[in-house]
């Protein structure tokens, strides 16, 4: 039997992947299957779930629903859909903004001397020894009234004799979108850095040759060739963001809502497993569809290169 099994290459395949693949089946698709299952049924009276074929939870999610206070038979409610295009417009801003400053970031520290690059990318790895949920608070107190950046501001404004007007930085969705890039930020830098790093510096040298300036340089020979780390990020970041929810719970408290938030909730407090159930899968149908349309566009950095 063994003699076979070395001799049959495909057996061989088949057996290693098979933790793998018992792995993905019993985490991933049988609760994905569930999750599809529950999010047909409706809720009981005591919260729990009645197994049915009903589509009230994503006509519900689309803002039509038949609990209407005005006796209606059914009425439109875009709250949900203005939580979900809150989470899309999100998700990308931060993805800008990410890149924006990780590029020159991940460009410098990958034309660094080769001594101090290290000593750069443990700086940019050193907030991911922290917990997740630590950093966040970190910035509540940096943003709170009476906080770090509060007294600093009314500090150089009693300095300057400018008079200073409080400011509201907590429970806004600037202190999200603020939360949301310091999180990710090294997420993206480190596959462009890694991008960067690769680049052959004869390339650099021929372009010179060819009497390319620094800025035609990057556009034609750095740009193209750091597209792969650039779309990996991007990856990276939106798709968690679209799904995260405790940066929002604690920065943005209960004025900034976003779909991880309604699903934490629909699932903790309103004991709705049913509609969060419906909200889960819609939110993975979203992130699946802009991941597809952006890689089908930018594919994953290689068309750029050969173009």
């Known amino acids: 039997m063994l003699k076979r099994l070395r001799e049959n290459k495909s057996a061989q395949g088949t057996l290693l992947a ?3 693949m018992l792995w993905m089946i019993g985490l991933l698709i049988i609760p994905l299957l569930l999750t599809l299952v529950v999010s047909f049924g409706q809720r009981s009276p005591d919260g729990d779930v009645i ?3 009903s589509l009230d939870n994503y006509i519900r999610l689309f803002g039509y629903s038949t609990d209407c206070d005005n006796g209606q038979a059914s009425c439109f409610d875009p709250l949900y859909l203005q939580i979900l295009w809150r989470s899309l417009s999100l998700a990308f801003n931060t993805t800008v903004l990410v890149i924006l400053l990780a590029y020159p970031l991940a460009y410098f520290i990958a034309r660094a001397h080769p001594l101090r690059r290290n ?4 700086m940019v790895l ?7 949920v630590i950093r966040v608070y970190a910035w509540m107190m940096l943003l709170r009234t009476q906080g770090v950046i509060y007294l ?5 404004a ?18 999200v979108l603020v939360g949301m890039v310091y999180e990710f930020l090294p997420f993206m830098i480190l596959p462009i850095y890694t991008s960067l790093e690769k680049i052959d510096n004869s390339l650099y040298e ?5 009497g390319a300036n620094g800025l035609k340089t990057f556009a034609r020979v750095t740009l193209p060739l750091s597209m792969p780390g650039v779309v990996a990020g991007t990856i990276l970041v939106f798709i968690p963001v679209m799904g995260t929810f405790i940066v929002s719970d604690i920065l943005g408290g209960r004025q900034v809502i976003l779909v991880g938030n ?14 969060g159930s419906a909200a889960s899968l819609i939110l993975m149908i979203m992130t699946l569809i802009v991941t597809y349309f952006y890689t089908r566009k930018f594919g994953f950095g290689e068309e750029i290169v050969v173009a």
Do not use: V
């Open 18 to 20: 098979s933790p793998t």
């Open 51 to 53: 197994y049915s074929f």
């Open 119 to 122: 000593t750069f990318l443990f």
């Open 126 to 132: 050193i907030p991911l020894w922290t917990n997740f």
């Open 152 to 156: 600093g501001l009314g500090w150089l």
């Open 158 to 175: 009693g300095l300057f004799n400018i008079p200073f007007t409080p400011l509201e930085m907590l429970y806004t969705p600037g202190a």
């Open 206 to 210: 021929a372009a010179a040759d060819l």
């Open 262 to 275: 309604l699903i934490q909730r629909q699932f903790l407090d309103a004991r709705d497993p049913t509609f």
